[in-house]
């Protein structure tokens, strides 16, 4: 089993940055896949990142290639999703997942387990 929390969201102008924080545990967290998700409301939860367990293998969705950058410190049992030149659009719950695999999925149903979510919102 393994328990995921989120921290970092809040409020923020456009073009400004956060970085979002997962901490994993109950479980060997550098055997896992971590993902970040997000979800709008009245819209259904969309992948936004996904790192690998040795955290050599990354990747976005198109939305947020070249803003946003996943991270993972396993000695931390952490990871985390720096995101920049944020954008209204950007505005979401963001979830962290994990996957009991080593090969990395933008498919919400690929990840065993979630955290509760942390709120980011980007005021124009």
């Known amino acids: 089993q393994v328990q995921l929390v989120e921290s970092g969201g809040g409020l923020v102008q456009a073009g400004g940055s956060l970085r979002l924080s997962c901490v994993s545990s109950?479980?060997?967290?550098?055997?896992?896949?971590m993902g970040w998700f997000r979800q709008a409301p009245g819209k259904e939860r969309m992948f936004v990142a996904a790192?690998?367990?040795?955290?050599?293998?990354?990747s976005y969705s198109d939305s947020v290639r070249g803003r946003f950058t996943i991270s993972r410190d396993n000695a931390k049992n952490t990871v985390y999703l720096q995101m920049n030149s944020l954008k209204p659009e950007d505005t979401a719950v963001y979830y962290c997942?994990?996957?009991?695999?080593?090969?990395?999925?933008?498919?919400?149903?690929?990840?065993?387990?979630w955290g509760q979510g942390t709120q980011v919102t980007v005021s124009s």
């Open positions: 997942a994990a996957r009991n695999t080593d090969t990395a999925t933008p498919r919400v149903n690929g990840y065993d387990y």
């Open positions: 109950g479980r060997t967290f550098s055997t896992i896949v």
């Open positions: 790192i690998s367990w040795r955290g050599g293998t990354t």
